[in-house]
């Protein structure tokens, strides 16, 4: 099993159709895209020496490139790395590292971080600017066969936020993205091959494997020229593609209904958009169906388990007469068919309709474990469920409803921030005695970092701590606001009650 052969089996029954584009422009047709496929897999045996089972990284912005170099490891056997391009140099460092990256595919915004990598960090022995040259000499290398790989060999490493402050790599299977694959045929939407994906948002996410099964299917993937969200740009292009589908954060669907080229165009080519990732507020969504109609799905999954535990179909979303439609609109669902879930007690034991536990789910799209982290994996899959860290209770028509996340995980413009990442970065310097980071609702981005601080006599500047986090970690990380504090709250063993945090932050925003 080796999901390179769709774009293979594409070529042979769509041969002149489009399967990548940039913008209104066709980049490749399915012919060129498996034969670039099969070059770039070529040229990383026969240039590079690499081997099947070796491990691949990206990283870039969204380009037609991008899948096309994905499809290339895979069709060489090889582990694809996305990385989020929006990551600092030293994260990025870490994940080349940890995964044992051997090669990396680099656009020009990124090559000044990460080319002084090769040969200084890990494994990591070759980077291929792309476009480029050295992109160039893959895709015109001799292609080679597709190589066999075994439904449990690992494809995809889903590098995402820990708890530790260091990410982990979720190891994706050929078996899990198939089961996600087909999971979305039969929960949120049919694909033909007249229709689009647009890749609005980061492929190395949701939209990326939002797009495999629409490469399953020979849909055109479309990449917009702004590498972005725009309005504007998204209503030139739904006169250009026809039956059109996109993965959003709530933040992004939020702006889109907004957007007068959007409020005052022509849709009718919009087919779904599937949205997911951090909380959708019931009033956004509600304004949202007023200008998109019966084409939103809402999705609720993790990297661990490739955006597959529960979702809300089109019909659900347009079925207002459902005595209780706004209690199931604030759900994120129901289960998806290839998953078991269950909701859970300090003990593992399920419990009632109604009542608060942790969530957690069974079934062949459930990662193989964590890459080289066998006490991470362990205690994740105990007893053979994936716990997701979120605190959740079921309905008793079976719909899942989120209450916190025990993980304390803040979600802001669709990117997981874990606290203790910042807090990290925060206690590393001088005058910060003890630091708590919370998420506070945000209507844009669904939420911001706050920091609280303790401070001794000397107590730090923000220009200085908002210095410290730039050198450290992503910009979308750095807390939005500093409160320095007397203290922190605690309950009776030293743990800090981050829940009296956020509760102080909504009661400040409500005055």
Not at 134 to 150: C, G, N, V, W
Not at 355 to 367: F, H, I, P, Q, S
Not at 407 to 418: A, H, P, T, V, W
């Amino acid at each position: 099993m080796n999901l390179a052969s769709w774009v293979e089996r594409n070529a042979a029954r769509f041969s002149d159709a489009p399967a990548l584009a940039e913008g209104d422009r066709v980049h490749a047709s399915w012919e060129q895209f498996a034969a670039r496929a099969a070059a770039i897999a070529g040229g990383l045996q026969g240039i590079h020496g690499l081997q099947p089972g070796d491990r691949v990284a990206i990283i870039m912005r969204n380009r037609p490139e991008y899948l096309e170099a994905m499809f290339g490891i895979w069709h060489a056997g090889m582990v694809a790395v996305p990385v989020n391009a929006r990551l600092h140099p030293e994260e990025i460092a870490y994940v080349i590292e940890h995964s044992g990256t051997a090669l990396v595919f680099v656009d020009e915004e990124h090559a000044e971080d990460v080319l002084p990598m090769v040969g200084t960090v890990g494994e990591l022995r070759a980077a291929v600017l792309t476009p480029g040259g050295d992109f160039d000499s893959l895709t015109a290398h001799a292609p080679i066969e597709i190589q066999d790989r075994a439904p449990d060999d690992a494809a995809w490493l889903f590098y995402t936020s820990g708890t530790t402050g260091r990410p982990k790599g979720a190891t994706l299977t050929h078996r899990n993205l198939l089961m996600a694959s087909l999971s979305y045929f039969a929960d949120l939407d049919y694909i033909s091959p007249a229709d689009t994906i647009i890749h609005a948002a980061p492929i190395s996410h949701g939209s990326g494997l939002y797009g495999l099964p629409h490469i399953a299917r020979g849909a055109v993937s479309v990449i917009p020229a702004s590498g972005g969200v725009d309005g504007s740009e998204l209503a030139e292009l739904l006169q250009r593609w026809t039956g059109v589908t996109m993965f959003a954060a709530p933040t992004m669907v939020k702006r889109l209904a907004n957007d007068p080229a959007i409020v005052n165009g022509d849709i009718s080519n919009l087919k779904g958009i599937v949205y997911g990732g951090a909380p959708m507020y019931l009033a956004d969504l509600e304004e949202a169906l007023e200008v998109f109609g019966p084409r939103l799905m809402q999705i609720y999954g993790q990297g661990e388990t490739p955006m597959t535990i529960t979702g809300l179909s089109k019909a659900e979303h347009a079925d207002r007469n459902h005595p209780r439609w706004r209690e199931h609109m604030a759900s994120v669902g129901f289960p998806r068919t290839d998953v078991e879930v269950r909701v859970v007690d300090e003990d593992d034991n399920p419990v009632p309709a109604g009542e608060l536990g942790e969530v957690l789910v069974r079934g062949d799209v459930v990662m193989a474990g964590y890459w080289n982290q066998p006490e991470e994996t362990a205690e994740t899959l105990r007893g053979g469920w994936l716990h997701t860290g979120d605190i959740g209770s079921f309905d008793s028509e079976g719909y899942l409803t989120l209450h916190d996340r025990s993980k304390d995980l803040i979600i802001s413009g669709g990117m997981n921030i874990y606290p203790r990442e910042v807090e990290e970065v925060l206690l590393t310097q001088p005058g910060v005695n003890a630091v708590a980071v919370v998420g506070r609702p945000d209507p844009e981005w669904g939420e911001s970092v706050v920091a609280f601080i303790v401070a001794g006599p000397d107590r730090p500047s923000t220009e200085s701590l908002d210095n410290a986090c730039l050198e450290r970690i992503a910009r979308y990380k750095r807390p939005k606001e500093y409160r320095f504090v007397d203290s922190l709250p605690t309950n009776n063993y030293g743990k800090v009650l981050k829940r009296e945090l956020r509760e102080q932050l909504k009661s400040d925003s409500a005055n």
